[in-house]
T-cell receptor, first 118, second 113 residues
């Protein structure tokens, strides 16, 4: 299994500011993802965090709004830029675990970062 | 276009009853079907998963039934307990690809004592 630590666990931010969320995994993983979960809603993939290169964004999400870094196999950050109340959501880091060179297919999630924008 | 349709959106069951959540998919390339359980304030966690070469998988009180021809799969929770109260997400992915799953909309399950 994988243990994923996310910081901050929650924050209240002012409109127009930016917040960076950190994700630390206790083992090397092949793939890291960032999801958004709005209250009572499903999980929406924002992007795949690629080690050492630009993240791969899903339709509707852009790098200027959600810049992502992944400097190594165990760490990634997601920044929510120029926030508005519509960005109030839970942001989740997730990983696919590598086992003996193959992917297990199981997604592990962090506990999420609950963001409220006023 | 939603590729994995999940129902019902919410479910209320009495303790000891059977909870049933259904999902249907469209993409026949999907070959891995996990269910995730999410408690309030926590991230989702894998509960049970099935591959299309079997029609049923059971782990304790949780069973996945899979119907490949109908492109449907369901989660059955036997002897439902108040501790099972959570949101359940079905998902589907392609193992030979990126493993990025397509999630259903989720089902909020409440089990009354």
């Amino acid at each position: 299994s994988a243990v994923i630590s996310q910081k901050p666990s929650r924050d209240i931010c002012q409109r127009g500011t930016s917040l960076t969320i950190q994700c630390q995994v206790d083992s090397q993983v092949t793939m890291m993802f960032w999801y958004r979960q709005q209250p009572g809603q499903s999980l929406t993939l924002i992007a795949t965090a690629n080690q050492g290169s630009e993240a791969t964004y899903e339709s509707g999400f852009v790098i200027d709004k959600f810049p992502i870094s992944r400097p190594n196999l165990t760490f990634s950050t997601l920044t929510v830029s120029n926030m508005s109340p519509e960005d109030s959501s839970i942001y989740l880091c997730s990983v696919v675990l590598r086992t003996s060179g193959t992917n297990t297919g199981e997604l592990f999630f962090g506990e999420g970062s609950r963001l409220t924008v006023l | 276009q939603q590729q994995v349709k999940q129902s019902p959106q919410s479910l209320i069951v009495q303790k000891g009853g059977i909870s049933i959540i259904n999902c249907a998919y469209e993409n026949t390339a999907f070959d891995y079907f996990p269910w995730y359980q999410q408690f309030p304030g926590k991230g989702p966690a894998l509960l049970i998963a099935i591959r299309p070469d079997v029609s049923e998988k059971k782990e304790g009180r949780f069973t996945i039934s899979f119907n490949k021809s109908a492109k449907q799969f369901s989660l059955h929770i036997m002897d439902s307990q108040p501790g099972d109260s959570a949101t359940y997400f079905c998902a589907a992915s392609i193992r030979g690809g990126s493993y990025i799953p397509t999630f259903g909309r989720g089902t909020s399950l409440i089990v009354h004592p």
